[in-house]
């Protein structure tokens, strides 16, 4: 099994050293919150989320950035089959620009 996670960490006094602060997704699976193959994340700053490529279950988490905890997804088992992603690898949002995610895509091509 792999780190199913993402791991919060900071540098310490003369930034030579990282420490564990906390990490979001413990374990591998396929219910809310939990990632499979996490590939690529954004942090928003100014909505204080951070966004999740979690590849293999074909959707984009959303967790809350202070607290790791899970707030929502989209992307998967849409009943839009133009907005289902498959493996997304990276994203970026556009802040300045109403939110616009632009998300790469496998095989598909981009939101």
């Known amino acids: 099994n792999f780190n199913?996670?993402?791991?919060?960490?900071?540098?310490?006094?003369?930034?030579?050293?990282?420490?564990?602060?906390?990490?979001i997704g413990d374990e591998e699976g396929i219910s809310d919150g939990q990632l499979f193959y996490p590939t690529g994340l954004f942090i928003s700053q100014k909505s204080e989320k951070l966004f999740v490529s979690n590849s293999k279950n074909n959707r984009i988490e959303c967790f809350n950035l202070n607290t790791g905890k899970f707030n929502s997804n989209f992307g998967n088992n849409s009943k839009n089959q133009i907005e289902n992603l498959n493996q997304p690898k990276n994203l970026l949002i556009n802040e300045s620009n109403n939110n616009q995610i632009i998300v790469c895509n496998y095989f598909r091509k981009p939101l």
């Open 4 to 23: 199913n996670r993402i791991q919060k960490l900071n540098r310490n006094g003369n930034g030579n050293n990282l420490n564990f602060i906390s990490f």
